[in-house]
């Protein structure tokens, strides 16, 4: 791994087996890793994945790989895997669900399992089975201090307003609801419904200025509680607030698969995008060593991060290389 110019934005690829160019980076020196491998027995002229693999040893060449990423990903930092499913004998092989359990086992912290829903499927032709239109990204850490820059993401450009004036939510809430349950409870004293109310008024307030940009009220005799601190704070003050500070994504992303690129499975920016953004800080490394047509690369360069790409295929390589000096 070369030495990157802390004035420049750089993108290396390197051509052959990232089984064995991992070996060869500095340990703690990538900030995150954002990769698809090989589905399993795909069409691939390699050891770590042919036609004739078990199951078993398809796993196996994932964990290693995840363990090389473990060593070369520095302690704050993220490793998102894309990987699909297929059937066997009739039944899913959860190929996905075995891998992530094998990486919580050797220490990874799973923090989000997103689901990718492509807005466009390929039809199944099996009468008693549905189309599939999703795959896993599963996002890993190192540690729970891990970087997480939420801050990076841009605003929503859809209205605060409602159109008859009232604040609302990202999720359209503007606070009426909760209003008329507080003022109408049985389960409340007085003093509880002011405090609520006041409560209330303070969120509108802080999602007016921008401070937060959702909230949930639990209120006693109304909500289920679901966590035990919560059930703490309803009980002693009637109700308690769940307030968010960001525009995020929920964990379901609602994507079209990429088309227009010469790769057999290449992924669309957008997948990548929020990855890159949130857990690579600026100027940072992200590195994808399955990189195919370079996409991971391309979108880390677009937005101001350092990026290794690791590829078998030189097709592939030229195919990301040119790609990648056509940016600004
Ligand atoms: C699912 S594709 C990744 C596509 C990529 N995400 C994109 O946007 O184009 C997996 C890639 O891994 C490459 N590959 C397979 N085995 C490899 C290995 N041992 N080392 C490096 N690359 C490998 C394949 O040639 C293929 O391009």
């Excluded at 090989?38 to 078990?54: A, G, I, M, T, V």
């Excluded at 990202?170 to 049985?186: A, H, Q, W």
């Excluded at 109310?197 to 909230?215: N, P, Q, R, V, Y």
């Excluded at 909500?223 to 960001?246: C, D, H, L, P, T």
């Amino acid at each position: 791994m070369k030495k990157f110019d802390k004035n420049q934005k750089n993108v290396q690829f390197i051509k052959g087996d990232c089984f064995n160019i991992l070996k060869s980076f500095e340990p703690n020196s990538v900030d995150c890793v954002v990769t698809s491998p090989p589905y399993f027995q795909e069409r691939e002229k390699n050891k770590h994945f042919n036609l004739n693999q078990s199951i078993e040893s398809y796993i196996d060449s994932i964990i290693i790989v995840s363990t090389l990423i473990q060593h070369v990903l520095k302690d704050e930092g993220s490793f998102w895997l894309n990987l699909g499913d297929s059937y066997s004998k009739g039944s899913l092989r959860l190929i996905p669900e075995r891998i992530a359990i094998e990486l919580t086992n050797r220490g990874w912290l799973l923090n989000n399992d997103i689901i990718w829903k492509k807005t466009s499927s390929t039809p199944t032709s099996f009468k008693k089975r549905l189309t599939n239109s999703y795959e896993h990204f599963y996002h890993f850490v190192k540690s729970k201090s891990f970087y997480y820059n939420l801050t990076t993401l841009d605003a929503k450009k859809n209205s605060k307003y409602t159109k008859s004036g009232l604040i609302k939510t990202d999720s359209n809430l503007t606070g009426v609801n909760y209003r008329k349950i507080i003022e109408n409870s049985n389960h409340l004293t007085d003093v509880e419904k002011q405090n609520a109310l006041l409560a209330l008024d303070k969120c509108l307030s802080e999602l007016e200025s921008g401070d937060i940009k959702d909230f949930r009220f639990i209120i006693r005799g109304h909500n289920k509680v679901v966590s035990y601190q919560r059930q703490k704070e309803v009980e002693k003050n009637g109700y308690a607030i769940i307030k968010s500070r960001y525009n995020k994504p929920s964990d379901v992303w609602e994507i079209l698969p990429e088309k227009d690129n010469p790769h057999y499975a290449p992924f669309p920016e957008e997948l990548v995008e929020f990855p890159i953004k949130v857990s690579c800080p600026p100027n940072g490394i992200v590195l994808d060593p399955f990189s195919g047509s370079g996409t991971t690369c391309f979108v880390a360069l677009k937005n101001k991060r350092n990026a290794i790409g690791i590829e078998l295929r030189e097709e592939f390589i030229k195919y990301a290389k040119d790609r990648c000096s056509k940016i600004n």
